[in-house]
């Protein structure tokens, strides 16, 4: 299994509701990753967990909160979102963020709408 | 602060034609470079790497060599097909590792019958 499984696809929220998106492999990684992608724009990072502690914060704002629950889960929980925020939430894991020739795995992404 | 500038798309080929994506980068010290390809719907996949100068990376008929003297890692596949239609990201990480990886605005790719 060399998948990372993104759920849901597709979310559409308000700003006052409270959501969460879930992203899951099997592929035995200690490093997940949360990354944010505009329209026509690359992948930035929000997110890196390793061996399921947080590892790196790229100053995301508290609206969006991470959580690894076990080596193969990762959690965004969101509240509060803004317009702004719309964008493709992408999941990536690796084997480990800190060795040289590291392949990231990619989910396909969760399409969000905040109205 | 490390960088890395792709030539502007979106490009347009014809079935077996030429390809070249530019990639220039600005980095300390000695990262590696890396091209990901993102297929419509999906989320991004490693096409290919390199990890020092001279090295060529080399996957599905793509190629890219990592130039130290010119700091570039330019994509090319001499034939391309109806599926490589797609959008290309160079991206390069200082440290090697897969942390904090520094991707280009990337490239969008149609290639027609």
């Known amino acids: 299994d060399t998948e990372v499984t993104q759920t849901p696809k597709h979310l559409v929220m308000g700003m006052t509701n409270k959501k969460s998106l879930k992203c899951e492999q099997h592929?035995?990684?200690?490093?997940m990753y949360w990354y944010k992608q505009k329209a026509k724009k690359p992948p930035e990072l929000m997110f890196v967990?390793?061996?399921?502690?947080?590892?790196i914060n790229e100053s995301v704002p508290s609206r969006f909160s991470p959580e690894c629950p076990n080596s193969s889960l990762l959690n965004l929980h969101l509240h509060a979102l803004q317009p702004e925020d719309s964008a493709l939430y992408l999941c990536?894991?690796?084997?480990?963020?800190?060795?040289?020739?590291?392949?990231?795995?990619f989910g396909s992404g969760t399409q969000l709408s905040v109205l | 602060g490390n960088s890395v500038t792709q030539m502007e798309g979106p490009v347009t080929l014809s079935e077996e034609a030429f390809l070249t994506i530019n990639c220039t980068y600005t980095a300390t010290g000695y990262p590696s470079l890396f091209w990901y390809v993102q297929y419509p719907g999906e989320g991004l996949q490693l096409l290919l790497k390199a990890t020092k100068a001279d090295d060529k990376g080399s996957n599905k008929g793509f190629e890219a060599t990592y130039r130290k003297e010119t700091t570039s890692f330019h994509l090319e596949k001499g034939s391309v097909q109806v599926s490589d239609s797609a959008v290309y990201f160079c991206?390069?990480?200082?440290?090697?590792?897969?942390?904090?990886?520094?991707f280009g605005k990337g490239t969008k790719l149609t290639v027609n019958p």
């Open positions: 592929m035995g990684h200690r490093a």
């Open positions: 990536a894991s690796s084997q480990d963020h800190k060795s040289a020739n590291e392949k990231l795995f």
């Open positions: 991206a390069l990480s200082e440290s090697g590792g897969s942390e904090k990886l520094v």
């Open positions: 967990y390793s061996y399921e502690k947080l590892s």
